[in-house]
């Protein structure tokens, strides 16, 4: 780790840092994973849910800033490379066979839907630690990522 004059307590600060990570891993690949379902929709829905899939990446973008940055404010490194996410991602693999609007509207709802119950869990985690920073990021996280199920899920209806 590295020094820095935080006053969270150092065994704190790695543990956050580890949680940190984790999660950036996930948000990494829910916005490619969103990406794909972007690519590639297809059906009567088609614009809406291109754009909808497309709102999403940017604001998972904008997660994955938040956590990456918030491990190098704690003294860590941030580990973000697309080799580092393969290997630690928690999320399922985005179905290849996903080709119908409601294929690619179950995936990602399900993506989203897993990936808020982490995040959910990890706001309880750093608040535990001491940390309410980043259990603060984690809270406004979550929010949007419950936006977007909600978006993702009305067109299950």
Known sequence: MNQT?????APAREAVIKILNARLA???DLMHQAKQAHWNVKGESFIALHKLFDEIVDDAEEYTDLLAE?????????EGTVHQVAQRTQLKEYPHEAHRQH???EALSSALAAYGKSVRKAIDETDELGDRDSADIFTEISRGTDKWLWFVEAHLA
């Open 5 to 9: 004059k935080n006053d969270i307590p």
């Open 26 to 28: 996930d948000s990494f």
């Open 70 to 78: 918030r491990v190098v404010q704690l003294g860590g490194v941030a």
């Open 103 to 105: 294929d690619h509207v």
